[in-house]
């Protein structure tokens, strides 16, 4: 947990990042934002707003000030090069059955 936030008043309180795993062995997806003092705070907020119908095995919060992002002006140095590498889209492999749900 992170420590206190002292917010002064008339101050916005920092934003977060929401993600819920809806079950076990599920990744965590994002589901939204919310504004919350401090840690506890924005799990108790995130709780009650997106796990109400008790749809969540676990909720994960993050300060969006502290995620680090890809600039989508630099699409071109991240993602294009692998377009040339046919071996990283392995679609001339044949699955076993047992993994063909992927």
Do not use: N
Not at 6 to 15: A, M, R, S, V
Not at 25 to 33: A, F, Q, R
């Amino acid at each position: 947990m992170t420590a206190p936030i002292k917010i002064q008043p008339g101050t916005e309180w920092p934003l977060w990042e929401v993600f819920v795993r809806s079950k076990a062995g599920l990744d965590h997806k994002h589901c939204g934002s919310l504004h919350a003092a401090d840690s506890k705070m924005a799990i108790q907020m995130a709780r009650d707003v997106y796990t109400r119908r008790q749809e969540g095995s676990s909720v994960w919060v993050v300060r969006s000030d502290q995620i680090i992002a890809s600039d989508p002006g630099d699409k071109e140095s991240y993602f294009d090069p692998s377009e040339d590498k046919v071996y990283r889209h392995p679609t001339f492999y044949v699955l076993p059955k047992a993994v063909d749900h992927m």
